[in-house]
């Protein structure tokens, strides 16, 4: 493949740009740097909220958006608010809580930048599969309340995205099912033992796209990376899609290019090859 004509790069950050001690390799830091100075943009596109994001990633000089919430929010860090949203309304959320109440799942709601989560699911988010740095993790960007269907019915906001944890995987399947079955939800996935539910509209590909739109952008000048489910939209969607060495062969076989691990800095390899003509 030859040197591409990129101006927006679009990055998955878990299992992509960060390694797995959820750390910005070096490599990786340059290739942004060297991106920017030669002005491409640099987009974090994630499943988190803005406010998830590691400040080692959203605060280097010069990037300024965020497609947040797997597309739900594209957020403008320099005027700190959101240029494009696509969220549930409370009655929408309802109806998939409802849904998620019988089964025995955590589950929490990210409403406003913030997580919504209950304290008998944050006391004991060990047997849901979070462990180690993720508890940490977890807690920090999450407020308990006694009852995340009482917030959401008596606040009236929208929600950003709702976030299922499972104990018990052989319902993971049904669940998707019926949730996508309302007709007006996205479900997708970021870890193994997850859903995350979003409103038709609100994916990373989807995402990208408005943005490039906004920025006078044409897509075919658009890059992606990802090693996820909730990357797939955006590794087909992108002018040129990269799945990482680490990601599952369902999504290198929609790529353009298989680039090297996250823990071998893949995202450097492949920016350093395609977009700096520089390859290591």
Known sequence: MNR???????LDLDGTLLNEEKHLTEANRKALEECIARGVYIV?????????IPGEVKNIPGVRYAITVNGGRIMDQEENRAIDSRLLTPEQALQVIDIVREYPVMYDAYINGRGVCEKRFLDHLEEYGIVGAGKAFIRSIRDAYPSIRNHVAESGEQVEKLNIFFKDLSCREEVRERVMALGFTIVSSSMYNNLEVNVQGATKGEGILRLASILGIPGEETMAFGDGENDISMIEKAGMGVAMGNAGDFLKEKADYVTLSNEESGVAYAINRFVLGSET
Do not use: C, M, S
């Open 4 to 10: 591409k004509n990129i101006r927006l790069i679009a």
């Open 44 to 52: 974090p596109t994630t499943g988190r909220t803005l406010e998830g």
